[in-house]
């Protein structure tokens, strides 16, 4: 076994999820990624944790929707993360565009049925981490050993100097009101964090990590965002989106490419055509775009807003926490032409922060 | 996908489990079964139910086993499992011996902590099948392509026709009180089966099926038993096992081969030095051993005993049943030099059944 798959699964125990004594742990990974899954069933017998394993397999999922009338709750499935103390997942496989022919609405219908499921699995400690598989590899453009290279390399950078370098930020957007974004032709967007708590994701529930994030105010977005990077939901790349907030709802939405899978999206429940997410990235080991929103959201010239759910961390008492069955990020490239400013201040121009050498 | 695995999956969906709407079911196969998996889901979209998909990895389970200090009862795998209807599990892998460097005493602490999950899973429908894989190919001394033919021939049985003929036993089996084994000179065996249930196997429990199987009275066991065939326990072969019973408990043991792990086994608890299950085998599809029990059981000219617990539906209300951690099936071969007497009746002689041609 490569090493470096055993130091993964060390810092997800160690540091992502700090597994314990009597723990009972979930571990959900594809096949491919099953020397991470004995790696970390190793860890939990060393630690004196009950690990389960299961099959995080996207043909067996993609089975399943196309063949099924609806959807309901399965209770084994909610029992079993009830008793749950800590959820890791981890993304791979051979094959990105897997599930590429389940229909939206059917995949949005999935999502509704499993959402007390879903909210049940993240109110545990989780780490979502990624395998590096030929699948992902072949969607970033590289060979699947640079692509290995490129994962491990990220999953172990030194995640207290991480942390205290994200502190910086996180004080700025702790006192803040109004947050500007503004990018290329496309993008000028405005939204209220007064409040929220902006977290400092130093590699937990996302491994790796490398990014502030909080939750705009349910109702304050206002304004237009283009997000330059596509992104891939159910195995379709949605290409080109554009979303015109008002009242902090999205009231118009396009896409150059696969328009209809970003309705399904938009179109799942009320919480789905509001922000639940702003999210700026600090991680500069991740120095290339791979197409893969664990790794392109924490690049330190972007930001990235998702419809729908809001972390309930991230939401302060005094506010209302946006609710769906969705979390889907989208990404802004921040390198060109763009500013963050935060109550009126610039914080970040072309991706430097204020707090950054060449700002 | 071969054809096959699709038929497979509607057997088990149809006649093993008969898999209904609102059914919450858990499938536990190894990676290299992931497309019986698929096919399973699939057949569960089909029916309305609820699928969960285990990877049964015994490259994990053997990481943990040998990492843990002890066990205890992982509460989210039982909460899973008491809110399961129907359990499906699989066996395959590239390599049989995948566990075999895992102590005895280890196993046996282990299945000590996983007792209650287990009565619990058994409580349920289960169906306990093969995946022709290469490491089960390889134990049988034959090409995987000449494994996937023998494994899913057996598999698609007629089990209609299966389970008249099998009534033919059964019918003798109910009203008897006592089962007298005879073979060459090591196996010479008695027990009381009265008030007990023999049980007529379809294809049901196991797929393949085709047994009939019935449990000894707890304490009614004297003689002793020489298995012929050798059995694979945790990735290792026990060969030659002999067991010398008085009131119903072994007194007395030996293997050939690795005697360690058989006397693990007997060690694991109280019930595991007592008979839990007496079945003779009726499949005649299943024409040579292939050294895996799930099969090598069913053979029409073999008796198996197995030490540990009994199948609750074998034993009748006045009777005690054995219970244990462990129930390890044992073979003995009766194609020569053999006879089954019920009651001092021949019932079958070298293989051949009193109501079968050539008696």
């Known amino acids: 076994m490569d090493p470096r798959v055993r130091e993964h699964a060390e810092i997800i125990a160690e540091h992502s999820t700090g597994i314990e004594s009597g723990d009972d742990v979930v571990i959900r990974m594809p096949k491919e990624a099953e020397d991470l899954a004995v790696a970390l069933h190793e ?8 690990p389960v394993y299961l099959n995080y397999s996207k043909r067996a999922d993609r089975a399943f929707k196309r063949a099924a009338d609806g959807f309901a709750e399965p209770d084994h499935v909610r029992a079993l993360y009830e008793e749950t103390d800590v959820f890791v997942i981890a993304r791979g496989g051979p094959n990105v565009t897997e599930d590429a022919d389940v229909d939206p609405e059917t995949n949005a219908a999935y999502n509704r049925a499993m959402e007390d499921v879903k909210r049940e699995r993240l109110s545990k400690t989780w780490c979502l981490t990624q395998f590096p598989t030929s699948g992902h590899a072949q969607l970033a453009g590289m060979s699947t050993a640079a692509y290995e290279d490129f994962v491990w390399d990220a999953v172990s950078l030194d995640w207290d100097a991480q942390r205290e370098r994200q502190a910086e930020l996180v004080e700025i957007l702790d006192d803040a009101d109004e947050v500007r974004i503004r990018s290329g032709d496309g993008t000028d967007v405005t939204m209220s964090i007064a409040g929220n708590t902006a977290l400092n994701d130093d590699g937990e529930a996302n491994l790796p990590g490398g990014e502030v994030f909080t939750a705009p105010v349910r109702g304050s977005v206002e304004g237009e965002v283009y997000f330059d990077l596509p992104l891939y939901r159910y195995g379709r790349e949605i290409e080109g989106v554009r979303l015109r907030f008002e009242d902090g709802t999205v009231v118009s939405h396009g896409a150059e490419r696969n328009e209809d899978l970003l309705t399904g999206i938009l179109d799942t429940d009320e919480g789905s055509r509001y922000l639940g997410e702003l999210g700026i990235g600090m991680n500069r080991r991740i120095d290339r775009f791979t197409y893969n929103m664990l790794f392109d959201e924490k690049m330190g010239d972007t930001v990235h807003m998702a419809v729908g759910s809001a972390y309930p961390e991230t939401v302060g008492d005094d506010n209302e926490r946006n609710e769906s069955a969705e979390h889907v990020d ?15 201040e610039v914080v970040q121009r072309d991706g430097t922060f204020v707090f950054e050498d060449g700002f």
């Open 43 to 50: 860890v939990c017998g060393d630690r004196g944790a009950n």
């Open 330 to 344: 989208m990404i802004v490239d921040m390198s060109e032409d763009s500013v963050v400013e935060v109550d009126g």
